[in-house]
T-cell receptor
């Protein structure tokens, strides 16, 4: 069974810092990996989707990389802002089901 | 922007009441999902569907039931609500691109 782990569970940084969130998965046979943002009490908003044939995707200040063979993905956030404060989750699609990590709670201090 | 809608957003009901949480998507996606998430905790898949008249139980045992009579509609029903059912319920859908989209969630409180 696929297991998805996110480290760290929580992270607090001052505004302006560059930071990296980690996601690891146990079975490398995936179709894609998605990164999401979740604000308190809300649903999940998709940030980036990386297909299994891709190595990375970029959107604005966000860059996600995928190393399927090692079962790892990283989400890089450049020049963090207080508005980036949220929980960030990754999910893999083996296929048929999506498997989610438990998330990294990010707090960016002004 | 994903077109997936959940109603109600917030609901407080008494123990023993029957409740249906509605979920609709306008993207024509064949796959739909229900997740349960307690505050600050991870997502748990409770039901999913790969198409009309197809429903499966997820990884987390749930006393709820679902139906999929139309492609766009995937309601979740609790026949007799209990305080242990208090949680956030998130509906999601995915199509051929295998990208999953979520609704805003339904917060259920059973008193």
């Amino acid at each position: 069974k696929q297991e998805v782990t996110q480290i760290p569970a929580a992270l607090s940084v001052p505004e302006g810092e560059n930071l990296v969130l980690n996601c690891s998965f146990t079975d490398s046979a995936i179709y894609n990996l998605q990164w999401f943002r979740q604000d308190p009490g809300k649903g999940l908003t998709s940030l980036l989707l990386i297909q299994s044939s891709q190595r990375e995707q970029t959107s604005g200040r966000l860059n996600a990389s995928l190393d399927k063979s090692s079962g790892r993905s990283t989400l890089y956030i450049a020049a963090s802002q207080p508005g980036d404060s949220a929980t960030y989750l990754c999910a893999v699609y083996p296929p048929l089901k999506f498997y989610f990590g438990s998330g990294t709670k990010l707090n960016v201090k002004p | 922007e994903a077109d997936i809608y959940q109603t109600p957003r917030y609901l407080v009901i008494g123990t023993g009441k029957k409740i249906t949480l509605e979920c609709s998507q306008t993207m024509g996606h064949d796959k739909m999902y229900w997740y349960q998430q307690d505050p600050g905790m991870e997502l748990h898949l409770i039901h999913y569907s790969y198409g009309v008249n197809s429903t499966e139980k997820g990884d987390l045992s749930s006393e709820s039931t679902v139906s999929r009579i139309r492609t766009e509609h995937f309601p979740l029903t609790l026949e007799s609500a209990r305080p242990s059912h208090t949680s956030q319920y998130l509906c999601a859908s995915s199509g051929a691109g295998n990208t999953i989209y979520f609704g805003e969630g339904s917060w259920l409180t059973v008193v």
